[in-house]
């Protein structure tokens, strides 16, 4: 089947089989190598072919709309530390299983909380952004003991998802409601019996609640907080963390505050916005780990930056 839902094409099912070879190849690359190296070797592919490509000037404009005193050179030394990361992100993909916290590369700061949330029996909403390698969360969550439902995007070539979702399974997640229709009934399903939901929500949502980011209005997604708030649970704010190569630290942050007034919107409107705080102070704290690449802001705004 297509992701449009139809029977697939000769032509697509080929595309498909050839992404996933050259997938394959490059994991295949990347798992033999020690992890520094293949971390490393990502990320000086990415500082140089990163520049090359349409992407980079998202990335330079998101930058601009975000930091729009930054001086022209430390503009480019952040262009080029952020590509580093992304290289040595997706170098690191393939060896996830290998970046955990058993394996003694990723650290926990705060993991009590997590500790206590799974010995509740108490569902709650994990929240993040794409901050470093932020598959690192995931098997932190699992190491804590945390039944959680990992919210995901399935990629456009199935043969691809399917080799992510194997993936993840390497490293403890077998949990996993994708985003969408479908997703969002596994996840009401799995939040009555007491499972969480790890959600990133720092990407733009057209037709999302408007909220301050950068001193500028965003559409973020409510699907976090429009949980939390009907669950009557917390929300939970995650971070991690590249401390040296391909090790981490992933911090659980105290949960976010989210009034209960009994109107529905203020309140969705209000937790909205705590997230896009919270995003925003992580962003501030290490430029150089968030994903630039991806659009964020209006339409407007990069008209204004072009």
């Known amino acids: 089947m297509s992701r449009a839902g139809g029977p697939a094409s000769f032509r697509q099912r080929l595309v498909w089989r050839l992404e996933a070879l050259g997938f394959d190849l490059l994991g295949a690359l990347f798992r033999a190598l020690p992890v520094d190296a293949a971390s490393a070797l990502g990320g000086w592919l990415l500082r140089r072919l990163g520049p090359l490509s349409g992407a980079h000037r998202t990335a330079e404009r998101n930058i601009r709309l975000a930091f729009p005193d930054l001086p022209v050179e430390e503009r480019r030394r952040l262009l080029a530390a952020q590509w580093d990361n992304v290289g040595r992100l997706f170098a690191e993909f393939p060896l996830t299983d290998r970046l955990t916290p058993a394996r003694g590369r990723v650290e926990i700061v705060g993991g009590e909380r997590l500790a206590a949330l799974a010995a509740s029996g108490r569902p709650a909403v994990l929240i993040s952004g794409h901050f470093s390698n932020w598959e690192v969360m995931a098997a932190a969550i699992v190491h804590l003991g945390v039944r959680c439902q990992i919210t995901y995007r399935a990629a456009n070539n199935p043969l691809i998802d399917q080799r992510i979702i194997e993936g993840r399974r390497r490293y403890g997640v077998q949990l996993l409601a994708p985003k969408g229709g479908d997703g969002s009934r ?102 150089h780990e968030w994903f630039w690449v991806h659009k964020r802001w209006p339409a407007e705004a990069y008209g204004e930056v072009a």
């Open 186 to 287: 596994e996840i009401l399903d799995a939040m009555k019996r007491g499972e969480s939901v790890a959600i990133l929500n720092d990407q733009k949502f057209n037709g999302g609640v408007a909220a301050p980011f950068f001193g500028r209005t965003v559409h973020t997604a409510p699907g976090a907080t429009r949980l939390a708030l009907r669950f009557g649970c917390e929300m939970i704010p995650l971070s991690v963390q590249r401390t040296r190569g391909a090790r981490f630290r992933v911090v659980v942050h105290e949960a976010l505050p989210l009034p209960r007034t009994g109107d529905r919107a203020a309140d969705i409107a209000a937790g909205v916005a705590a997230v896009n705080a919270f995003v925003e102070a992580r962003v501030r704290e290490r430029p």
